[in-house]
C-alpha cells in the first residue's frame, strides 16, 4: 500500500535576508489536521509560510504538499493550497460577488458551481447585506472575509492563513473560526499563524512554537505540556517558557 502523503512537508528551509530569518527549518503538517504556528514577532513564521505557498523563493531546503514538489511544480502546489495574508488583496472596484467570480475563473472553476458556492461563502461569513456593494469601502475586516472566501473558492485542500483574525470583530472572528473548524471537519488541511493564543489553544490539534526561525517545540498541548514539565500550564506560559530559554541559549 503507497503510504499517505502528508498535507506539508518541509526539509532545511532556510531564508536569509539581512539575518536568517529561518534556519534549516524541519516541519510536517498531516492530512485533515488544524495546525498553528506561533512565535513571537520576527520568528520567521510569515516567512515560513510565504515560501510554502510560493511567493518567496527559499535559499535552501525542499517544500512538498501533498507529495508535490512546490518548488519545480509550484503550479500544480498552488491548485491545491489557499493562501491568505493578512493584509488582503482585493479589487475595490468589485464587489464581492464579482470578486469571487472573477477568482474562480483565474483557477478554471466552472461557473455555474462556482456561482452557487460564492454566495454560500459569502453568506456563511456574514456578508449577505454586502453582496453587491463595492469592496471600496469596506472596513478590514471585511476585506479580511472577502479575501478568505476568494481562497475557498477553488475548494482547496490546504488552507494557508497568516493572521487571519486580524482586524476582525468578536462575533466576525467567532465565523471565521466556525468556518475553518468545518474545513476541518470536512477533510482540509489547516495551518495558521496566530499571536492570539487562546485561539491555537482551542483550535489546533497540534501547535508548532518557532522562535529564531527553528522548531523549538511541537506537539497537541497535552503534550507541549508534558515536554516541558508542566501539566496544567496555559499555552501562554508554556510560550514565554519556551521563547525565553530559545533566547537566552
Same mark, same amino acid.
Given at each position: 500500500?503507497?503510504?499517505v502523503e502528508p498535507a506539508l512537508r518541509v526539509r532545511g528551509l532556510t531564508k536569509?535576508? $539581512?539575518?536568517?530569518?529561518?534556519?534549516?527549518? $524541519?516541519?510536517?503538517?498531516?492530512?485533515?489536521?488544524?495546525?498553528?504556528?506561533?512565535?513571537?514577532?520576527?520568528?520567521?513564521?510569515?516567512?515560513?509560510?510565504?515560501?510554502?505557498? @510560493?511567493?518567496?523563493?527559499?535559499?535552501?531546503?525542499?517544500?512538498?504538499?501533498?507529495?508535490? $514538489?512546490?518548488? *519545480?511544480?509550484?503550479?500544480?502546489?498552488?491548485?491545491?493550497?489557499?493562501?491568505?495574508? #493578512?493584509?488582503?488583496?482585493?479589487?475595490?472596484?468589485?464587489?464581492?460577488?464579482?470578486?469571487?467570480?472573477?477568482?474562480?475563473?483565474?483557477?478554471?472553476? $466552472?461557473?455555474?458551481?462556482?456561482?452557487?458556492?460564492?454566495?454560500?461563502?459569502?453568506?456563511?461569513?456574514?456578508?449577505?447585506?454586502?453582496?453587491?456593494?463595492?469592496?471600496?469601502?469596506? *472596513?478590514? @475586516?471585511?476585506?479580511?472575509?472577502?479575501?478568505?472566501?476568494?481562497?475557498?473558492? &477553488?475548494?482547496?485542500?490546504?488552507?494557508?492563513? #497568516?493572521?487571519?483574525?486580524?482586524?476582525?470583530?468578536?462575533?466576525?472572528?467567532?465565523?471565521?473560526?466556525?468556518?475553518?473548524?468545518?474545513?476541518?471537519?470536512?477533510?482540509?488541511?489547516?495551518?495558521?499563524?496566530? &499571536?492570539?493564543?487562546?485561539?491555537?489553544?482551542?483550535?489546533?490539534?497540534?501547535?508548532?512554537?518557532?522562535a529564531s526561525g527553528r522548531l523549538v517545540a511541537e506537539g497537541t498541548l497535552a503534550?507541549?505540556?508534558?515536554?516541558?514539565?508542566?501539566? &496544567?500550564?496555559?499555552?501562554? #506560559?508554556?510560550?514565554?517558557?519556551?521563547?525565553?530559554?530559545?533566547?537566552?541559549?
Open positions: 500500500m503507497k503510504p536569509r535576508f $539581512d539575518r536568517l530569518a529561518v534556519d534549516a527549518l $524541519d516541519l510536517t503538517v498531516r492530512e485533515g489536521e488544524f495546525y498553528a504556528l506561533v512565535g513571537p514577532n520576527g520568528a520567521g513564521k510569515t516567512t515560513t509560510l510565504r515560501m510554502v505557498a @510560493g511567493l518567496s523563493r527559499p535559499d535552501a531546503g525542499s517544500v512538498a504538499v501533498f507529495g508535490i $514538489d512546490a518548488l *519545480s511544480d509550484a503550479v500544480a502546489a498552488k491548485q491545491v493550497m489557499a493562501w491568505v495574508s #493578512d493584509e488582503p488583496m482585493i479589487y475595490d472596484k468589485l464587489t464581492p460577488l464579482e470578486y469571487l467570480e472573477f477568482v474562480a475563473g483565474l483557477w478554471g472553476v $466552472d461557473p455555474a458551481a462556482s456561482q452557487a458556492l460564492a454566495r454560500q461563502l459569502l453568506v456563511s461569513l456574514g456578508l449577505e447585506p454586502h453582496l453587491n456593494e463595492r469592496c471600496e469601502g469596506f *472596513s478590514k @475586516g471585511m476585506r479580511q472575509k472577502v479575501a478568505l472566501a476568494g481562497a475557498l473558492v &477553488h475548494e482547496p485542500r490546504l488552507i494557508i492563513l #497568516d493572521e487571519p483574525l486580524t482586524g476582525l470583530d468578536a462575533v466576525s472572528a467567532r465565523t471565521v473560526k466556525k468556518l475553518l473548524a468545518e474545513r476541518v471537519r470536512g477533510g482540509c488541511t489547516v495551518i495558521m499563524t496566530t &499571536h492570539i493564543l487562546e485561539v491555537a489553544e482551542r483550535l489546533a490539534d497540534r501547535i508548532g512554537v518557532i503534550e507541549l505540556r508534558q515536554q516541558n514539565g508542566h501539566t &496544567h500550564t496555559s499555552l501562554e #506560559d508554556l510560550f514565554i517558557a519556551l521563547v525565553d530559554t530559545e533566547a537566552a541559549a
